[in-house]
């Protein structure tokens, strides 16, 4: 049997066919202080990604390396993009979810519910109608790091929807930390990471499942636990795998829950995203950091499509 190089490790024969013997993992950026957020732009062949702390979005190109695409851009966290291609990321420091429209402005989607104050936005995705879904854990208040130490105005830590129409409404109220979150491919099953446990050891480190009709969920209960560390950031390739951030790096799931593998990682892993000029390059934020490997699959999401501002 081939040899697999040490970064990764195999636990169902099904993820050799997701991996590659010669493939390397390579750091492409260093000397951040936390990494979130990665997105790929398909159009500038770009990676965009967040050092949170610092207050600034990166961004990395083969050809030109690491630049700065924000300054002061309020703690932002997770981001993605719409159906149009903008910019939808998660800011800590306002405590909201901003859209960049085309000629760079920036839009407002969500920064209260019922009259108060949002906790701190973490994670986004979007569906194929247009609505933005969103997790708002208190990270971004337990301390001035991420963002600006604040008590919770929120009686819940919540999901949220916000319909095309801009109607925002709670789509899961049971979490006690919900982070990471991301689409099957056929965006039947909406999987949400649980981490909380980061403040309550009694809490699995678990990713739920909830099917999705429309703007409505239905819980499906537990996906697949966590065995290192917390699930943060995940996303799904185009057979419906989940790949999901943890502890000691990239954790693998086939469809039914199955750990399939693991590409490690000497960092601490936030999130992940599939890129590269034919998207089968995964790019990893871990502290620090940003890696990418080759993997042989593609992303689920529509990786070449964005327009950047």
Same mark, same amino acid.
Request: charged letters at 25%; proline letters at 4%; aromatic letters at 10%.
């Given at each position: 049997m081939i040899t697999l190089p040490q970064h990764i490790e195999v636990h169902d024969d099904r993820f050799r066919a997701l991996t590659h013997p010669m493939s390397k993992l390579?750091?492409?950026?260093?000397?951040?202080? /936390?990494t979130e957020g990665p997105v790929w732009f398909g159009d500038r062949d770009a990676l965009l990604f967040s050092d949170i702390p610092s207050r600034? *979005?990166?961004? /990395?190109?083969?050809? +030109?390396?690491?630049? $700065?695409?924000?300054?002061?851009? %309020?703690?932002?966290?997770?981001?993605?993009?719409?159906?149009? %291609?903008? $910019? *939808? %990321?998660?800011?800590?420091?306002?405590?909201?979810?901003?859209?960049? &429209?085309?000629? %760079?402005? $920036? +839009?407002?989607?969500a920064g209260s519910h019922e009259g108060k104050r949002l906790n !701190? #936005?973490?994670?986004?995705?979007?569906?194929?109608?247009?609505? =933005?879904?969103? +997790?708002?854990?208190?990270?971004? *208040? *337990?301390?001035?790091? &991420?963002?600006?130490?604040?008590? #919770?105005?929120?009686p819940a830590r919540n999901v949220y929807r916000i319909a095309p129409s801009g109607e925002m409404t709670v789509a899961v109220g049971d979490f006690q930390q919900p982070n990471g979150l991301c689409f099957s491919p056929d965006e039947s099953i909406l999987y949400i990471a649980e981490s909380g446990s980061s403040h309550d050891d009694t809490v699995p480190s678990v990713i739920r499942q909830?099917? =999705?009709?429309?703007?409505?969920l239905t819980d499906q209960g537990v996906f697949a636990t966590i065995d290192n560390g917390l699930p943060d950031g995940m996303r799904c390739d185009q057979a419906g795998n989940l790949w999901s951030s943890a502890a000691d790096g990239v954790h693998c799931f086939a469809p039914d829950g199955t750990l399939l593998g693991k590409i490690l990682? #000497? &960092?601490?892993? !936030?999130?992940?995203c599939f890129g590269g000029p034919d998207g089968q390059r995964m790019y990893i934020t871990a502290t620090t950091s940003v890696y990418r490997v080759f993997v042989d699959t593609k992303g689920a999401e529509p990786w070449t499509r964005g327009r950047l501002c």
């Open positions: 390579e750091r492409i950026a260093e000397g951040f202080t /936390w600034r *979005i990166m961004m /990395w190109n083969e050809t +030109t390396g690491v630049s $700065l695409y924000r300054g002061e851009s %309020g703690f932002n966290n997770g981001n993605t993009r719409d159906r149009q %291609g903008r $910019l *939808i %990321g998660c800011r800590h420091g306002a405590r909201d979810v901003v859209r960049t &429209e085309h000629d %760079g402005t $920036l +839009t407002v989607l !701190s #936005p973490n994670d986004v995705v979007v569906s194929s109608d247009g609505a =933005v879904w969103f +997790t708002d854990p208190t990270y971004g *208040i *337990i301390s001035d790091f &991420e963002g600006y130490r604040a008590v #919770p105005e929120q909830f099917g =999705v009709d429309g703007g409505t990682v #000497p &960092e601490l892993v !936030s999130n992940l």
